[in-house]
């Protein structure tokens, strides 16, 4: 079961049922496939628009860079799958002699930093997509900008799940300075990230948010009450 060859539909049936894979690694990256294909739809209702002109070789540069980055993360919704079912099966290994024990050891080491290092490429990816959207918030049609707003939330939701699985994946590590090094490089990710989409969303929410004469915001709220006294 795959991103890239099921409709949405059966995925999300199977993304719900008793199963391991999809999981919550998998669908982050979709996320961040949703967040970038909606650049790309700012971009498509942008480019060729004559308010725009000059912004359009830009545009046509990143719309080329979503697309690589949209194809990249419904891969790494695959890898996700892909890196958890050889993990999976560590869990199982025998440790009856000191030999399978060691085997085990090492298997599981290797298998979880694997697991690991698929959502920290969602989070690299995401942080990439964001600096776009960025873009996006200030050369793309104002008529799109709510677009930029959701696909923005999206990107974030995708870093934010993301770390989750690593966090899940380098707490069984036995490597503990191995560990702290995904763990720290992960963290930096939200934190450069998700302030970068916070700024960005917050930017847009304020030009798409009515301004209000608040004087008279309160006579209108206030005026049936005041009628009928």
């Known amino acids: 079961m795959t991103a890239g060859n099921t409709t949405i539909r059966d995925y999300l049936a199977k993304l719900e049922d008793?199963?391991?894979?999809?999981?919550?690694?998998?669908?982050?990256?979709?996320?961040?496939?949703?967040?970038?294909?909606?650049?790309?739809?700012?971009?498509?209702?942008?480019?060729?628009?004559?308010?725009?002109?000059?912004?359009?070789?830009?545009?046509?540069?990143?719309?080329?860079?979503?697309?690589?980055?949209?194809e990249a993360f419904l891969e790494l919704s695959e890898e996700d799958e892909q890196v958890f079912l050889p993990l999976s099966k560590a869990y199982s290994?025998?440790?009856?002699?000191?030999?399978?024990?060691?085997?085990k050891?090492?298997?599981?080491?290797?298998?979880?930093?694997?697991?690991?290092?698929?959502?920290?490429?969602?989070?690299?990816?995401?942080c990439e997509a964001l600096n776009y959207m960025e873009t996006l918030s200030r050369e793309g049609s104002r008529l799109m900008q709510s677009d930029v707003g959701v696909g923005v939330g999206l990107l974030d939701s995708a870093l934010h799940g993301a770390i989750m699985n690593v966090y899940i994946n380098t707490k069984m590590m036995k490597n503990r300075n191995r560990m702290m090094e995904l763990n720290d490089y992960a963290r930096k990710l939200l934190l450069d990230g998700g302030s970068k989409a916070r700024l960005i969303y917050e930017t847009v929410e304020d030009g798409l948010r009515p301004v209000y004469d608040r004087e008279s915001e309160f006579i209108e709220r206030n005026k049936v009450d005041f009628l009928r006294s």
């Open 18 to 70: 008793k199963v391991s894979v999809p999981g919550g690694g998998g669908a982050s990256a979709l996320a961040g496939a949703y967040g970038v294909a909606l650049g790309r739809m700012v971009i498509a209702f942008t480019r060729g628009k004559k308010k725009y002109q000059e912004y359009d070789e830009h545009l046509a540069y990143i719309d080329a860079r979503l697309q690589k980055l949209r």
């Open 93 to 103: 290994l025998p440790e009856d002699t000191v030999e399978e024990k060691d085997y």
């Open 105 to 126: 050891e090492v298997t599981l080491e290797e298998c979880l930093e694997k697991a690991s290092l698929t959502p920290i490429k969602v989070m690299e990816k995401a």
